[in-house]
């Protein structure tokens, strides 16, 4: 296993983990996690990526009306979607590098 699918797996596990649990500063555990997993994202993968992220950003609290476990499941999606809108603010700012290298 190489270090981009560990990371990639301990933030998804954490982020799942602090969308049941409570966990102090748990938002910036995630930002962190997400910005440095946005490292590790392949240049074929960017664009896939970005429509990842705002996918979840549209969609992560469309199961909310589930009897039972639809208020988890959109925790979950929202914690998950918060990491990988970090994570694409890293593939913004690698993209732009890579433009302006010469």
Known sequence: ???????RLVAVLFA????LVA???EAVIIAVLGLVGGY????????PYMVLAL?????????????????????????VS???NAGACTVIVMQ???????
């Open 82 to 84: 918060s990491l990988i």
């Open 23 to 25: 966990i102090p500063q």
């Open 96 to 102: 732009i590098v890579d433009r302006l290298k010469p």
């Open 55 to 79: 996918t979840l950003s549209l969609v992560h609290g469309a199961l909310g009306p589930i009897p039972g476990i639809g208020n988890y499941l959109t925790d979950i999606l929202g914690s």
């Open 16 to 19: 799942i983990v602090a969308a």
């Open 40 to 47: 590790f994202v392949e240049e074929d993968r960017r664009v």
């Open 1 to 7: 296993m190489n270090t981009a699918k560990i990371v």
